[in-house]
């Protein structure tokens, strides 16, 4: 091999490193890789309102639901533990519909027609989106399924929780969503 060919390749390795490395950074910077499971306070930070097509065609646009309290919840087909909690998420749905929430299932790391199978298989009717650019999982640093956020409104994240949610925990932490809302209208009846 010629030495300008090899450095090239020397070369070309480089630039390749020093761009996993930015990567790195930036996925660290936006809370990517964190390894805690389980349930984390969120402190109230602001969420990043998004527009991902749902698996029916049409756009789901975060910020239109910002109003009221919200569930976002990262999954993918091939996740055992997703495959466990997608039953107790469906059943919780209803109620919480009536009572204002928005549900919204984000798929990551899938091949559509398996994401499509999933939804079937286990009769999911909330909102059910894809995150083909896969950015949106980033943004909310999602480093590990599943992942869920319970946030208040104004996409406020109150909770994370990563990991299987079993029913208890689910309603517990949608159901401190509301507190802050009962207690805002007895101010404002007052």
């Known amino acids: 091999m010629s030495t300008?060919?090899?450095?090239?390749?020397?070369?070309?390795?480089?630039?390749?490193?020093?761009?996993?490395?930015?990567?790195?950074?930036?996925?660290?910077q936006r809370g990517v890789g964190g390894l805690a499971t389980?349930?984390?306070?969120?402190?109230?930070?602001?969420?990043?309102?998004?527009?991902?097509?749902?698996?029916?065609?049409?756009p789901f646009a975060l910020g239109d639901h910002a109003a009221g309290p919200?569930?976002?919840?990262?999954?993918?087909?091939?996740?055992?533990?997703?495959?466990?909690?997608?039953?107790?998420i469906q059943?919780?749905?209803?109620?919480?519909?009536?009572r204002g929430y928005t549900f919204v299932g984000v798929n990551i790391w899938d091949a559509e027609s398996?994401?499509?199978?999933?939804?079937?298989?286990y009769d999911l009717d909330f909102r059910l989106v894809a995150d083909a650019d896969r950015t949106v999982y980033v943004d909310y640093g999602v480093s590990a399924l599943p992942t869920a956020y319970f946030l208040e409104p104004g996409l406020r994240a109150r909770t994370r929780y990563q990991g299987p949610l079993d029913e208890r925990t689910l309603r517990s932490l949608l159901d401190a969503l509301q507190r802050p809302l009962e207690g805002a209208a007895q101010r404002g009846g007052s």
């Open 4 to 28: 300008g060919r090899r450095r090239a390749i020397i070369g070309a390795a480089g630039l390749v490193l020093v761009a996993l490395v930015g990567v790195l950074a930036l996925a660290m």
């Open 38 to 58: 389980g349930r984390s306070d969120a402190g109230g930070r602001p969420m990043p309102a998004f527009t991902l097509q749902t698996f029916e065609g049409a």
């Open 70 to 88: 919200v569930f976002v919840y990262f999954w993918a087909s091939w996740c055992i533990p997703c495959q466990q909690e997608a039953p107790v």
């Open 91 to 98: 059943r919780a749905w209803p109620e919480y519909r009536e």
């Open 114 to 121: 398996d994401a499509r199978r999933f939804i079937r298989e």
